[in-house]
């Protein structure tokens, strides 16, 4: 296993359409290993191949369901999923995001609150994964990287972006902070 470096938001890897896994084989064993790893290292509720730069539709998980009211008492769901597709997807959540290709920021994003999701395992074994709550919003959003699309693109408005300051409070990115600053630009 190896770490890799995780492309941030500016870089155009990240824009692009991935392609579907073809066959099963000890290289894409590699790259979820590496994924696992990095995900771990930074850490991260999720990571898809081409935060890394490799242009695959592959995607790793390890996020807490958010279905139960007390999150401490939550196992988180680890999940490696190659060419994964939403079939099915029904409610509505408005909550925050955030994405390892845009660090020190967070974003209030809608998304369905229920998903259904086909896929390949890590061995290539067809998968169907139902997911809510927290589990189907890193699901949608670790998908949406595969078509080149980030959280930043689905803010209905652009008070919904925030940034993290270094005690982990958030702050409006387009808000004046004080009479001193000027609004900073969107990190995309
Ligand atoms: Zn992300």
Redesign the pocket.
Known sequence: MALREILTSEHPALRQKAKRVKKVDASLQKLIDDMIETMEDAP?Q???AP?IGVGLRVIVIDAKPGVIEDEEKEEPVKLQLVNPEIIEKSGEQFGE??????PGYVGNVRRALNVTVKAWNRRGKEVKIKASHNLARALQ??I??LDGI??TDLLEKPEDLFRLNKKGERIPVFEKQDSEKKQEPIPV
């Open positions: 991260g999720g990571l898809a935060q995001e955030g994405c390892l290709s845009i959003h670790e949406d990287h980030l959280y």
